[in-house]
Structure formats: structure tokens, C-alpha cells
């Protein structure tokens, strides 16, 4: 356990986004409404009905049609924002040097631009049954451990591919390593590079919007797809007031649950939501009544916002017509794996100023989504307790807690 039962600290934040990669520019966007949305710039979408998404506007990283470079994309953006959350923790490197400290990296499609830069270098060619067989058995760990290789650090790598909930998976699960005593300190991050074959996929599922992501508006057409990389570091409570660390919140619950109901689709009644909710409150050892907010998964698909609007509902009853629930995927686009990690900064940040960010480009309320989704207008509020969801394909659900209480006392 952390320090006299005390929830883990998160001590250190590290950001590559399409809307900044600073707290500071993130949360400068999430306020002002400026999003990341523009045409793609990294392949040739005429094929397709849909020609936008939100790409991280850096020249300096690999691009997933370049010639072979040190890094693929995914893995050069989890290394970058590893490194920031290391260095805003104000953690020196030789602390890292030991087992007791652990990598816990989440992804949804991994190291994918690699295959695309193969396919890229014979475009006349038909793909065939060697290059299925390649996409299948690509690394997955590639990101965890070359961010456990940069850091130095020999404790415990894990790699966690849960979809667009892995994220949070990944932060929940630092947060337990911790909070069990099997690591004193562990880096935690999410991780998803634009891809052409996300892409394809979301455009054939008609999934995405052919302009804006719209969260919980009536008529939403559908997501935009994202890329960018969040990291947090997790830390024993004693050993980070006993250094003085900075304090960004705590970890103090974090629930899971699997709807098992279909490869993509979440189970319409949204209890396999709800469930991971009551987990992460009854972890924590709080009442649905203490939340102040919830960063919702929010993607701006018909289903998905709908299905968390019931699962709200089932778990704060009457407290729903008190709690804003917003989600930030207007303006970063859904970073898939590496979501739920922005998100979580997202939370963290609005716990740090007291203001609930917005959801942007709302334009009229759906009787489907009965929530406060505070529409295009950040709003001031003491937040003391933030719920943060994602959801993914599979039935995967994570929601974590996180609160401004130095003395959090969570429960495994």
C-alpha cells in the first residue's frame, strides 16, 4: 500500500497531442475551443467519404510513410511523452535504476505505421496472405520497451492493448502496482499514431464525421479519428512528500468491466459501463453523490454517446442533474490508446483550476443524451472527486478516479 493507505500521487505530466504538449497549451485550447481538426495530412484520402482528422502538426517526428527511421511514430511520441512527465515530476534519471519501479504502456493499434511503411515502398501490389500475417504479429510492446530502455529503468514493463480503453487501463493498473507495494514509482502511458488503417477502418464502419466530432449533440455524424500521447507518473504517497514532488492529484480508484456483447458495439442497456463506474467509486471509497465531474469517453457516434448518457444515469440517479459531464474529443479528435491517458490529464488539470472544460461544437440537446454536457462554455466549480471513462471495442470499460485530496484513502 501507499503511504499509511494513502492513494497513490500522480507527480509528473507529459503530453504530444494534436491541441498542445504542455499542460499549459492543452488546457489553453480546451477552454479557448481550439481544435485540432484539419484535412490529413499524412496519406491520400480521395477514396474516401470522410478527409478529416486531428494529426499532430510536428515535422520532426516519423512520418508513417517515410523512409525507415530510428523510431515508427507511435513509439517516438510514448518516448517524448514519457521523458516530459519524468522531468515535470523533477525525478532524476538515476532514481529510475532499480526493480522497484515499472512501464506500463497502453495501445490500441501499437507500432502499426512500421507495416504501412512496408506496404508503402510497393503500392502496385496487392496485399496478401505474408503481409496479413505481418500485421497480426507485429509488437505490440515495441512503445513499452523502448520507453523503459530510454528511462533506464529494469523493474516491471507491461504492455496493455486494450483498445481505445487502454489508457486508463494503463494509469489504473500503474496506480495499483503502486498502491500494492509492488512498485514504488511507475510511468504510465498512452500511446496511438495516426494510421491509414484506423482510418479505413473507422470510415467503413461509417463511423466518422465528415466536419466536426460533435459529443452529445443531436445529429452527431460520428468521431474524428486523433494521434498523440499522454504519460503520467505514479508515485508512492511517502516517497513523494518525503521529496517534496509536485502533487497533480491521486489515483484513488479504478474500475473495470467487459459488456462481452460484441466485437465493436457497446451492449445498449450500458450497464457493462455503469459497472466499471461503480467499481472505480467503490474503490475509492466514495459515494456516486461526491463526484464533481466526469470526463466522459464522448466520442460523438450516435451509439457510444447514448450508451454512456443511460450508464451515467444508472449510476448517479437524481445526482445527474448536478454533475457536468463534458468530453474533450471535439478538439483532440478519439486518440484511441492514447485517450483515456489525455484524458486523465485533462481531469487533473481541471481539478488544478477549478473549471469544468467544455463540450465543444454542441449545437442542440438529443432527449437520448439527458446530461449536463456543459456545451461550448467552460464553467467554474470546485472539483474535489473527477470520474474519467473510456470504452472500447469488446466490451472494454475503465473508469479511475482522481482526487484533490493529499490523504486519499482508496481501497484495493
Known sequence: MSAAGQSPWITGLGLQTPIGSTPDELWDSLLAGRSGACEVRSFDTTPFANH?????????????????????????????????????????????????????????????????QDRARHPDREAD???????????????????????????????????????????????????????????????EAFSRLAFVGFSRMRAMSSDECRPFSLGRPGLLLGEGAGAVVVENARDAQRRDAPFWGSVSGFGLSC????????????????????????????????????????????????????????????????????SIKALTGHMMGASGAVETIASLLAIRHGVVPPTWNWLERDPDCDIDCVPNAPRERKLRHVVSNSYAFGGNNASIVLSADRGSRGVR
Open 259 to 326: 459488456d462481452a456483447f460484441h466485437i465493436t458495439a457497446p451492449h445498449q442497456d450500458g450497464q457493462g459501463a455503469a459497472a466499471a463506474t461503480r467499481d472505480a467509486l467503490r474503490r475509492a471509497g466514495i459515494a456516486p453523490e461526491d463526484v464533481d465531474y466526469v470526463n466522459a469517453h464522448g466520442t460523438g457516434t450516435p451509439l457510444n454517446d447514448k450508451v454512456e448518457s443511460l450508464a451515467m444515469r444508472a449510476v448517479f440517479g437524481a445526482h445527474l442533474e448536478r454533475l457536468p459531464i463534458s
Open 52 to 116: 478529416r482528422g486531428c494529426e499532430i502538426d510536428d515535422d520532426s517526428l516519423p512520418d508513417s510513410s517515410a523512409a525507415e527511421s530510428s523510431r515508427g511514430r507511435c513509439t517516438e511520441l510514448a518516448v517524448r511523452a514519457a521523458n516530459l512527465a519524468v522531468d515535470d515530476a523533477g525525478i532524476d534519471r538515476s532514481a529510475l535504476v532499480g526493480d522497484d519501479v515499472a512501464i506500463v504502456v497502453g495501445t490500441t493499434m501499437g507500432e502499426v505505421t512500421r507495416f504501412e
Open 129 to 191: 496472405a505474408a503481409d496479413v500475417a505481418s500485421l497480426v504479429d507485429r509488437p505490440l510492446d515495441v512503445m513499452a520497451r523502448t520507453v523503459a530502455a530510454e528511462l533506464g529503468v529494469s523493474g516491471a514493463v507491461v504492455s496493455i492493448p486494450a483498445a481505445c480503453a487502454a489508457g486508463t487501463y494503463a494509469v489504473g493498473f500503474a496506480a495499483n502496482l503502486v498502491r500494492t507495494g509492488q512498485a514504488r514509482l511507475a510511468v504510465a502511458v498512452g500511446c
